[in-house]
């Protein structure tokens, strides 16, 4: 049973920048894509971005490309995401999840529905 691990949140200003990290354990070795997802208060959550095992390619909502990053470092079972210029409606709770990287996962990984492990979530405030 895998475990998911998300790390970096915090509170920042308008215009700063943050970097999540997501650690995997417990889980044999497989080819698993690796998304991120976020949930502001009374909204739904929502696909931030993903990206495959081979890190060949990588994917971005239209509210967040050209400022955030995503990377993974397989040997460290590592997923991150770099969030710069960061607007106040980032704020939410960022939730990284991990699926088999399969038709499906290229069909919908903009849904939930893919991921078949997900972690706790960290919070990201952005606030003056």
């Known amino acids: 049973q895998a475990q998911l691990t998300e790390s970096g949140g915090g509170l920042v200003q308008p215009g700063g920048a943050l970097r999540l990290v997501c650690t995997a354990s417990g889980r044999g070795f497989s080819r698993y894509a690796s998304g991120w997802f976020r949930q502001a208060p009374g909204k739904e959550r929502e696909f931030v971005s993903a990206i495959t095992w081979s890190r060949a390619r990588q994917f971005y909502s239209d509210s967040v490309k050209g400022r955030f990053t995503i990377s993974r470092d397989n040997a460290m079972n590592t997923v991150h995401l770099q969030m710069n210029s960061l607007k106040p409606e980032a704020t939410a709770v960022y939730y990284c999840?991990?699926?088999?990287?399969?038709?499906?996962?290229?069909?919908?990984?903009?849904?939930?529905?893919?991921?078949?492990?997900w972690g706790q979530g960290t919070q990201v405030t952005v606030s003056s």
């Open positions: 999840g991990e699926g088999r990287e399969n038709s499906d996962f290229y069909s919908y990984y903009r849904r939930e529905g893919p991921y078949e492990y």
